[in-house]
T-cell receptor, first 112, second 111 residues
Framework: NAGVTQTPKFQVLKTGQSMTLQCAQD?????MSWYRQDPGMGLRLIHY???????DQGEVPNGYNVSRSTTEDFPLRLLSAAPSQTSVYFC???????????FGPGTRLTVL | AQRVTQPEKLLSVFKGAPVELKCNYS??????LFWYVQYSRQRLQLLLR??SRESIKGFTADLNKGETSFHLKKPFAQEEDSAMYYC?????????????FGGGTRVLVKP
């Protein structure tokens, strides 16, 4: 199993550009989440999904959209990038709500 | 609202010395507490969870509901313990497997 994969590893955007961060897992996990990691602030939950077709907002959802059309994929979309979205983004998945979350390697995003 | 506080941003200890990472939380319901670790150039991974009551890599953590703390301890630190450590709070029976993370503590174990 590849586990949780994320692409790209690095990305530089200009303010106002849009892009999609990809996340996929091959473990048939129900739960998937997106977090952003900023120095001194730990990881903060952006959006999460409890299964295909079901998503909900986390702690810091503004400026981000998600969808979950399949169990495997959970892309994160930035519609109009802002410098405040410069961060490291982690995707995570777990089998059920009671199970350990497995994290992807992260995407480092810089918005100029 | 739930909150997790890790008061130390950096802990520097010598090899063989004890290390204790502090974690305090605020939550009105039944919490689940976790410690996650991120070694250099590796992804974040679960170190231990309070319901398991186990020792992983020599680390232990006890949930103290009276003090709302979940400090991580190791009696004899090793160089390979150098990493970023995050305390995280989950909510039992909450919709979604959501975690609230503390700000993290970087541990540096010197030879």
């Amino acid at each position: 199993n590849a586990g949780v994969t994320q692409t790209p590893k690095f990305q530089v955007l200009k303010t106002g550009q849009s892009m999609t961060l990809q996340c996929a897992q091959d473990m048939n996990h129900e739960y998937m989440s997106w977090y952003r990691q900023d120095p001194g602030m730990g990881l903060r939950l952006i959006h999460y999904s409890v299964g295909a077709g079901i998503t909900d907002q986390g702690e810091v959802p503004n400026g981000y959209n998600v969808s979950r059309s399949t169990t495997e994929d959970f892309p994160l979309r930035l519609l109009s990038a802002a410098p405040s979205q410069t961060s490291v983004y982690f995707c995570a998945s777990s089998l059920t709500r009671y199970n350990e979350q497995f994290f992807g390697p992260g995407t480092r995003l810089t918005v100029l | 609202a739930q909150r997790v506080t890790q008061p130390e941003k950096l802990l520097s200890v010598f090899k063989g010395a004890p290390v204790e990472l502090k974690c305090n939380y605020s939550y009105s319901g039944s919490p689940e507490l976790f410690w996650y670790v991120q070694y250099s150039r590796q992804r974040l991974q679960l170190l231990l969870r309070h319901i398991s009551r186990e020792s992983i890599k020599g680390f232990t953590a006890d949930l103290n509901k009276g003090e709302t703390s979940f400090h991580l301890k190791k009696p004899f630190a090793q160089e390979e313990d150098s990493a970023m450590y995050y305390c995280a709070l989950g909510r039992i029976k909450a919709a979604g497997n959501k975690l609230t993370f503390g700000g993290g503590t970087r541990v540096l174990v010197k030879p």
